[in-house]
Structures are given as structure tokens and as C-alpha cells.
């Protein structure tokens, strides 16, 4: 994870805490909001882990290739 997946994971999960903060304490509207910006953080982290996933798949299966292309020469 990049370091800006990890800062996104960090700060939507503590923003999804002060949501139910929020909430136990009823202010909804403010629970509401830091509630859908926790989401958003935690989905732009979630994004990011499956692109570094994706991308370190492609980089094995460009490595495998170029593996078996030498063995063939």
C-alpha cells in the first residue's frame, strides 16, 4: 500500500470513530458527514490496494514471460 492509501485508510477509519461518536452523542447531521468522508477515505484505500495488487500481478506475469522467452532461445 502506498503511502497515500495508508493516510487514506488512517483518516477515514478515524473518521468513521467520530461518526459513531457522533451518533451515540445524537448529532446526526455531523455523524452523517464524517460518516460519508470516512467512506470515502476507506474506498480510496481500498482502490489503491487493488491497483498496487494489479500492478505487482502484471509485473509477475511480464517476469514469467520473459523467463519463458529465454529458456526458448
Known sequence: MSGIGKWNLGIG???????????????????VILGVLGLLGLVI??????ENWAERAELRRRGARARRESQNR
Open 45 to 50: 484505500a481500498g482502490y489503491d490496494v487493488i
Open 13 to 31: 477509519a478515524l473518521l468513521f470513530g467520530a461518526a459513531v461518536v457522533c451518533s451515540v452523542l445524537d448529532l446526526i447531521p455531523a455523524a
